[in-house]
RNA sequence: GGCGACGUAGCCAAGUGGUAAGGCAGUGGUCUGCAAAACCAUUAUUCAGCGGUUCAAAUCCGCUCGUCGCCUCCA
């Protein structure tokens, strides 16, 4: 709230309550959905570092203009128009590899929740209703733009929104309910209240869902920062004005995604859908890496050239853990210890600074730097073998792209490794190259190393 | 017009008062039957420009230039 970064001390112990301002279901999970998703992942994964429980809700806005009218152009009731992006955004989060939130609250069904806050808002004097539409009064918040440092006084009314839709006092003010229009009751899209049949606008139903679930001022609130304003200073003139207690101790924005130096938009028309970046052969980790790898408030440049540096930036650190786990243990070392614990140490302390997930990586670099030479040359025992392997399961809690399971070793495939190892030694190349090239058909590459060969299998269905 | 964010090597990206992390690409090397891979070393007298404050500035202040976002229902 004070535009700084802060401290951050949660209302109750070690509990953690979050809020994210979810999708509207009405297009395909697009990159800039997933930075979203990623961003507040990597949040509650590092809550859960530290020893916070975290309880946390995305909503889904399956009400409101987009999703009437997608409905309408697709032919389908809104329901199951909603549904099937709902199923789309969610199985995105699976695919990337996002944690599942406590809930995931949908508008639709909280309609009631909302009509009592309209009620109560227009009691209070904070709401008037007009030709059937309830409209918040922002004159009567005195607050208003502190979050987003918008001066009211001095912003262009009417520069973006065709002012002749609406009929309010104020084209400052902003609607809570909105008469259903003649097709929309049609449909059922409507709910009977003392003013007629309404539905709600899309700011009450980030206000309503987030209280109701997580109580009157919950710890961190987070979304992308262009909901900024209007849609989060609106969210907290609601509640505010409801229960006189901030709506949210911490706010917590994610920077844009932007490809070719725009927001990607479907107004910009530079959308790239998840689906599009996996049929080119992206995996799911090289996804996450990549949304994963700049500080949430910076902006975020999609490439597919940034997607194939993630992708070998990726490769070395698979180089090094699958050696870590391939490779028989060797002698001990000396100084790993200290490499260890010079790791778990600079990733915190990066984290620690407000996500700082460039000079978090940048110490995992570091260790795989330093460890590298000493694992090459076979100076690592079992016992430090799996102490770095916890503290790399650690981080990787957080980060999530990290291979850790062991060399899942196929009878097969070991079979083969042994027989051109056989007859490499014997110095019969063609047979240890027609054992490559079989070992290639089955999507195994080999890298000799000096202290034996270790395999790749290649990224098929990952 | 107002508000805000940003500008660091060929590209990406940390660092916000004490002398430029890290990744990709490049170059050189090591290893190797071949191949591939890997590994190592190296790469910014300089942080958009100009001025100021300071013993000390990429970091603070001012101005200029450039890019992007928001300005009441597109998330």
């Known amino acids: 709230m004070t535009r700084k970064k802060e401290v951050f001390r949660p209302i ?3 509990r953690v309550t979050l809020y994210a301002c979810g999708p509207t279901a009405y297009e395909s999970p697009n990159l800039a959905h997933c930075r979203r998703f990623i961003v507040a992942d990597l949040l509650v994964r590092y809550l859960e570092l530290k020893g916070f429980t975290v309880e946390s809700y995305m909503n889904f806005t399956d009400i409101d203009d987009n999703t009437i009218a997608g409905a309408e152009a697709a032919g389908l009731p809104l329901q ?50 007009k030709h059937g539409s309830i409209y918040f009064d922002i004159s ?27 009929e309010k006092d104020n084209p400052r003010d902003f609607t809570l309910l909105k008469r259903s229009t003649l097709a929309e009751l049609k449909k059922g899209i409507f709910f009977e209240t ?15 869902m987030s209280t109701r679930y ?18 989060h200073e609106n969210e907290i003139a609601i509640a505010e004005s ?44 090289e996804i996450r890496f990549m949304l994963l790898g700049v500080h949430y408030r910076k902006p975020l440049r999609f490439s597919y050239k940034r997607l194939d540096a993630v992708r070998k930036a990726l490769k070395r650190i698979d180089e090094f853990t699958r050696k870590l786990l391939c490779q028989p243990p060797g002698l001990p070392h000396p100084e ?72 899942p070793l196929a009878p097969e495939i070991d079979r083969l490794i042994r027989q051109r190892e056989r007859a490499r030694q014997m110095k019969d190349w063609t047979a240890a190259d027609s054992v490559r090239e079989e070992l290639l058909r089955k ?3 080999i890298h000799d190393t000096v202290s034996g060969p270790v395999w790749e299998q290649s990224d098929d269905g990952d």
């Open 80 to 129: 199951e128009f909603t549904e099937k992006y709902i199923d789309e955004f969610m199985q995105a989060m699976d695919t990337l590899g996002v944690r599942r939130a406590t809930g995931y609250p949908r508008a639709s069904v909280h309609v009631q929740d909302m009509i009592e806050i309209a009620h109560e808002l227009i009691h209070k004097g904070y709401a008037y209703e």
């Open 12 to 14: 109750r112990g070690d």
């Open 140 to 166: 009567k918040f005195k607050r208003y733009g502190r979050l987003s440092g918008v001066d009211l006084g001095k912003i262009r009314v009417g520069r973006t929104v065709d002012l002749d839709d609406y």
């Open 443 to 445: 999507g195994v590459t």
């Open 194 to 208: 003392d003013w007629g049949n309404v539905r709600p606008g899309w700011h009450i139903e980030c206000s309503a």
């Open 242 to 285: 409801l229960t006189g207690k901030p709506l949210a101790n911490y706010w917590l924005h994610s920077g844009l995604l932007l490809k070719d130096g725009r927001k990607m938009a479907a107004e910009a028309g530079n959308v790239v859908t998840l689906q599009e970046v996996l049929d080119r052969g992206y995996t799911d980790r």
């Open 336 to 407: 790993v210890a200290v490499f260890i614990s010079g790791l778990e140490r600079r990733f915190c302390q990066a984290m620690d600074d407000d996500l700082n997930i460039s000079a978090a990586l940048g110490a995992l670099f570091d260790f795989i730097k330093k460890t590298n030479p000493v694992l090459q040359a076979d100076s690592l025992d079992r016992e430090q073998k799996n102490e770095i392997l916890e503290v790399l399961k650690r981080i990787n809690s957080v980060l999530g792209v990290l291979r850790l399971e062991h060399c």
């Open 214 to 231: 997580l109580g009157e001022t919950l710890d961190i609130h987070t979304a992308s920062q262009n909901l900024m304003f209007p849609h």
